[in-house]
């Protein structure tokens, strides 16, 4: 059993930046592969990033790409997602999940454990 709690979600003008966390507690944690996911209203879940705790398997969406940073702080086991130069459309909520298939996935459904979520909200 895996439990996640994400927090450093808010309100932010567009232009702005956000650092998102999420604190990560179970078994094996190690083996784990961590996705966030984001949910705008009426829409459907999307991938937005994926890591490892062991480094490799970083990926990102197109929609993020290039001003968006997913890592890890193993010794606090926690997963960190940065994203610069925030858009109106990036408002959803943002869940943090943990897969443990050792194949690196950026679908939903493929993973396991999931947070509450963390509103991000950006108003231009």
């Known amino acids: 059993q895996v439990q996640l709690v994400e927090s450093g979600g808010g309100s932010v003008q567009a232009g702005g930046s956000l650092r998102l966390s999420c604190r990560a507690s179970?078994?094996?944690?190690?083996?784990?592969?961590m996705g966030w996911f984001r949910q705008a209203p009426g829409k459907e879940r999307e991938f937005v990033a994926h890591?490892?705790?062991?480094?490799?398997?970083?990926g990102y969406a197109d929609s993020v790409k290039g001003r968006s940073t997913i890592s890890t702080d193993n010794a606090e086991s926690t997963v960190y997602l940065e994203i610069n130069n925030l858009k109106p459309e990036d408002t959803a909520v943002y869940y943090c999940?943990?897969?443990?298939?050792?194949?690196?996935?950026?679908?939903?459904?493929?993973?396991?454990?999931w947070g509450q979520g963390t509103q991000v909200t950006v108003s231009s």
């Open positions: 999940a943990a897969d443990n298939d050792k194949q690196i996935s950026s679908s939903w459904t493929d993973y396991d454990y």
């Open positions: 179970g078994r094996g944690l190690s083996g784990y592969v």
């Open positions: 890591t490892t705790w062991r480094g490799y398997g970083t």
